[in-house]
């Protein structure tokens, strides 16, 4: 009777540590691929089976819409979940939701998906998604989209560096407004700026405006349907999002060691994007002149391929990261969720981490994933922090740390319960050996 009422004991123990470590030390949510730098965030899995996902967003009832690259998914608050729109030409790369309406960038075109009608229109078409950076981030703030255009090329200059010229040997960057070029070429094949491949430029040769351009941000009325150029002469956003005061921050890539009119010691960088401002692209970078000291290119030096500037004294960023084309999602707490208003979250793919930055000094550890993920998209919606890794097929829920049941009890408290628990089942065991 005795051995017998031992081995429950001793049951009793090992079913009461694996609850212990199942609820406290391991919640549901664990996985190989996150680890949490700050010690006052925790996170979940929200959703998972979504790999091949490319962007979503959120509807004011929780509604999640999740985009992959031809058709979108719905996932309702209730757990239900089915494709709402397919279209094998389509080519997906980022997602908004407004009005009852879904917004999304597909190539060259915008469109706008009609939730209560089903139907699908064009909102914005003729893009020049072309070349090295042709996928257009959308972000709405009210009743205005904001929609980005990338360059065409590295630093305005089409070489042997661009894969594409093969299929499309004509395509070259548009400018938004009107430019004067220095009339240099470049490479062996004579390429000048603004050009076609191996097409050559004149001194004094006007470019001009052309809507929309490349390397710039457009401002589209979702009420009227009107647009135009919000700002110019950005390489090349790679996320963007709105503090509570309506400034448009964005993550701006810097140019790189490629190409006939290769720039070296550029980096990414966080900007303030302000209406009718030009940023610099291709002749200056974070700003400073490619002619700096801080760039080097070609065997002669950097030069100029513009004759006349906008102004000689672009805006600088806000925050100047390590690597050139590193950052690849942004997002903005600008209600506070995760406890300091307006912080500025950004993913770097080199590093591997979410950090965050407050405007000011240096940059935070958030959030350290491992070599398997792949984030593709920050947003923030109600009270929480969504991050996508398209790889894994996840979407990440960061949130403030909870206190479970109103006690302050930390996971080291759990590490060492299950340490005790441990030995009991050792010295259990040891008991009913002697027993016997």
Known sequence: MKKFLSIIVCCAIVFAAIFLL???YYNESFDNNISMKNSNLNYKIKYKGIKGAVDFTVDEKGDYYIAYSNEI????????????????????FSIEY??????FSSNTKIYCYDLSSKKLMEALSNLPNYGDYKNSLIKIKGDYMYVTIGAVTNSGVVGEDNTWVKDTPYIHDITPKDITLKGLDFGKDKTGAFQSYRTKSI?????PEHFPGNASVLIYNLKTGNSETFAWGIRNITGMD???????????GGMENRGSRPVKGDSDYLYEIKK????GWPDYSGGDPVTSPRFKGGANGLQFILENHPTTNPPGPMYQNKNPNSIVSLAIDNTGALGEKNCIYFYDKFNNELYGFNGTGSIKECVKFNQNVQILSLKFAAKEFLILDGNSGYLYSIEKEVIKKGINIDKEFYAYLLSITVIGILMTLRFIKNTN
């Open 22 to 24: 199942k609820k406290y």
């Open 73 to 92: 998914q719905l996932i309702k608050n209730n757990g239900q979940s089915y494709d709402i729109y397919k279209n094998k030409d389509l080519n997906i």
């Open 98 to 103: 407004f009005d009852n309406k879904l917004y």
């Open 203 to 207: 001194n004094g040769q006007i470019i």
């Open 242 to 252: 709105f503090t509570n005061e309506g400034k448009l921050i964005a993550a701006v």
């Open 276 to 279: 009718g401002v030009w940023y």
